[in-house]
Structure formats: C-alpha cells, structure tokens
C-alpha cells in the first residue's frame, strides 16, 4: 500500500533560520513526487514535481530533492510569507495519473 | 487565465441531506479530480474524470459520485450527508499526460454537516 510519512507535523523557525522537511514514501512504483504549498482555507499551490532520485528542483528560497526513498524540502534564509503546510505527494505508476497520495503536512512558522 | 474555479466557497447542510458541488477546471485542462481534505489531514483522492468518465476511484463509498460535462467541468455529488463528511473538497484540474507541469487545485468547498 503506498503510503507519504511527513516530518516534522510542524517547525518553527526564526527569520533566516535554515532547515529541511522530510517526506518518506513507499510506493511499487514512482511516476512522480509533488510538493505544494498550503495557506489557510486554501486549496494546494503547486512548488515542484520531481521524477527520479538524484534529481533537484529551486524555486526562490525553496530546493527540493529526491531519493530513492525520501525527499527533502530545503528552505533557505526563510521569510515570515514562507509561513505555511507544505504537503508532499506522490503519484504510483498502478493508479492513473492526478490519483496523488498526500502525507499529513509539515506547518512551517517563520517568525520575524 | 484564470484557474480552477469551484462553487459554492461554503456549504452548511443537515445530516441525511445531499449536496452537490461545483468545479470549472483551469483553461486548457482536460481531466479534473476530487478530493476531501479533512481538518489537520492531507488531501484524500475520491475519483477523476476524463472524457466525461470516472477513470479511477478512491476508496469512498457510492454515497459520492459525480459527473463530467462536454466543457470538462464538473460536479461531485453526495447523498445521505453524515457529520464525518464536514471536510474541505478540492478539485484539482490537469491536462492528460502532462504531469510535469503539476495539477492546479482549486481553492475548495468548505462542507460542514450538522
């Protein structure tokens, strides 16, 4: 059974204060991994789509990796408009494509 | 251009009552799927429609369906409400075969069941 792991549930940052949030996945097979971003009453923002291990993606202060059993959500020099859940998720090549299995969520709070 | 579209914003409905919700996908997509989000959880996936077809289902009772219209909008219904079905729906729009480019969620339908 696929299944998305998140963590932490949530982080608190100070301004500037460089971390990581870890996704770990278990899949039969990994047509995609996805990170959005989630503000309050919203619907999910799309961040990143990453396919295969070793491969890397930067949006702004955000850097995403994967492999081949996790991925890392690396922010860098965070700002308090940074302050969101960050959702993970994952496509498996057995269910049809938009089918995305989320973990629960980190909650970042970046505080001035 | 503008993006996934869902109506209403907000819904209060009473146990044993049915609901149906609204979706007009992101221009240009062809696929749209549903999900239920409840408080402090993850996005659950509840089905997708493609050329006017449920192509995939979750695991939701047949309490949920839905439908695809021409103009690849489209509705998701459920019938006989109970109070665990007080949860966010999000529709997200895509255009098949294009995963890369992400799948655009709208900014859901808050449900609550009383």
């Known amino acids: 059974e696929d299944q998305v792991t998140q963590s932490p549930e949530a982080l608190r940052l100070q301004e500037g204060e460089s971390s990581s949030l870890n996704c770990s996945y278990t899949?039969?097979?990994?047509?995609?991994l996805f990170w959005y971003r989630q503000d309050p009453g919203k619907g999910p923002e799309f961040l990143f789509t990453?396919?295969?291990a070793g491969e890397e993606k930067e949006k702004e202060r955000l850097k995403a990796t994967l492999t081949k059993k996790e991925s890392f959500l690396h922010i860098t020099a965070p700002k308090p408009e940074d302050s969101a859940t960050y959702l993970c998720?994952?496509?498996?090549?057995?269910?049809?494509?938009?089918?995305?299995?989320f973990g629960k969520g980190t909650k970042l709070s970046v505080k001035p | 251009d503008a993006g996934v579209t869902q109506s209403p914003t907000h819904l209060i409905k009473t146990r044993g009552q049915q609901v149906t919700l609204r979706c007009s996908p992101k221009?240009?997509?062809?696929?749209v799927s549903w999900y239920q989000q409840a408080l402090g959880q993850g996005p659950q996936f509840i089905f997708q429609?493609?050329?006017?077809?449920?192509?995939q289902r979750g695991n939701f009772p047949d309490r949920f369906s839905g439908h695809q219209f021409p103009n690849y909008s489209s509705e998701l219904n459920v019938n006989a409400l109970l109070l665990g079905d007080s949860a966010l729906y999000l529709c997200?729009?895509?255009?098949?075969?294009?995963?890369?480019?992400?799948?655009?969620f709208g900014s859901g339908t808050r449900l609550t069941v009383v």
């Open positions: 997200a729009s895509s255009l098949s075969g294009q995963a890369r480019y992400g799948y655009t």
């Open positions: 899949v039969s097979g990994l047509r995609g």
């Open positions: 990453l396919y295969s």
């Open positions: 998720a994952v496509e498996d090549y057995g269910g049809s494509q938009g089918n995305l299995i």
């Open positions: 221009s240009g997509h062809d696929t």
């Open positions: 429609y493609y050329e006017e077809e449920e192509r």
